[in-house]
């Protein structure tokens, strides 16, 4: 991850680890429509001395375009 600030001759940038981790679980209703009954993710971050763990819940729905 990545965090930048600049106003007028003031700049600061900072580099520092992120990782991201996820599950999703589908209903497929048709070949080309889904629905999203729940996804999950977690998203860690070190910016500093202390660790930011973050959580995501969503929902939602899937069109599938194409052919395989």
């Known amino acids: 991850a990545r965090a930048?600030?600049?106003f007028g001759n003031f700049?600061?940038?900072n580099s520092s680890f992120a990782?991201?981790?996820g599950a999703?679980?589908?209903w497929v209703a048709?070949?080309?429509f889904a629905a999203r009954v729940i996804?999950?993710?977690l998203l860690v971050t070190r910016f500093g001395p202390d660790p930011s763990t973050d959580a995501r819940i969503s929902a939602g729905?899937?069109?599938r375009f194409g052919s395989k």
């Open 19 to 21: 990782m991201n981790f």
């Open 4 to 6: 930048s600030v600049s």
């Open 30 to 32: 048709h070949k080309n």
């Open 11 to 13: 700049a600061y940038s």
């Open 39 to 41: 996804q999950v993710d």
């Open 24 to 26: 999703g679980l589908d």
């Open 61 to 63: 729905i899937i069109f």
